[in-house]
């Protein structure tokens, strides 16, 4: 199974500047373990695991290229569907087929990476607390959310480890206790 199925010109694209934003470089042997090998499958390095916001962001290169190069062939695909109308049953039913399984091949990619597919093109990573949460075409990991929320409740990653003053934390409860009524007691 092939990385992606991009055209030569856009899969050397897939892979340049694979380290973009990571604090390593992503040395030759790495980038050929991270792909595996000359088949060019992604093999499972942190299954289901808890990053850290670093660790996340290293491997957020990979899933950007891997995301990019599967959206332009996804696009490229809906672009024929759209201009063929109803026409074509047979090509429409095999063109859609075609996406729906360039979308499982890329959320099998993702998940083998360690994090997990929440839409498309979105990709949270487990952080203990809740989840790191990215979405193409973001170029850097500045979002999370708790287990239970979604990507409409994602918050910036400052702001979730902004320390709440002795004052805030006091305000808050404040306006969260329920008033009382008093009786005189006899």
């Known amino acids: 199974m092939a990385l992606c199925h991009c055209p030569a010109n856009i899969l050397g694209q897939c892979f340049e500047g694979l380290a973009e934003g990571s604090s ?3 040395t030759a042997g790495a980038e050929e373990y991270l792909l595996g090998g000359t088949g060019m499958d992604v093999i499972e390095i942190n299954r289901r695991a808890v990053f850290s916001h670093e660790e996340a962001q290293e491997v957020l290169p990979v899933v950007f290229r891997i995301t990019k190069c599967y ?3 996804v696009e490229a695909l809906i672009e024929r569907l759209e201009g063929l109308g109803s026409e074509n049953e047979s090509l429409v039913t095999s063109l859609e087929s075609q996406v729906n399984q ?5 959320q099998t990619k993702i998940q083998k990476l360690g994090a997990l597919p929440k839409g498309l093109w979105i990709a949270d990573f487990d952080a203990g607390d809740g ?3 990215w979405k193409f075409p973001e170029r850097s990991l500045d979002f999370w959310h708790r287990y239970n929320d979604g990507y409409s409740k994602r918050i910036r990653v400052a702001e979730r480890r902004k320390p709440v003053s002795i ?3 006091l305000r808050k409860k404040i ?3 329920s008033p009382m009524t008093l009786q005189p007691t006899e």
Request: hydrophobic residues 30%; proline residues 5%; contains cysteine.
């Open 167 to 169: 004052q805030e934390r």
């Open 102 to 106: 360039l979308i499982q091949e890329w």
């Open 24 to 26: 390593r470089p992503v």
């Open 71 to 73: 959206s332009q062939k």
């Open 175 to 177: 306006f969260t206790i």
């Open 131 to 133: 989840y790191y949460c």
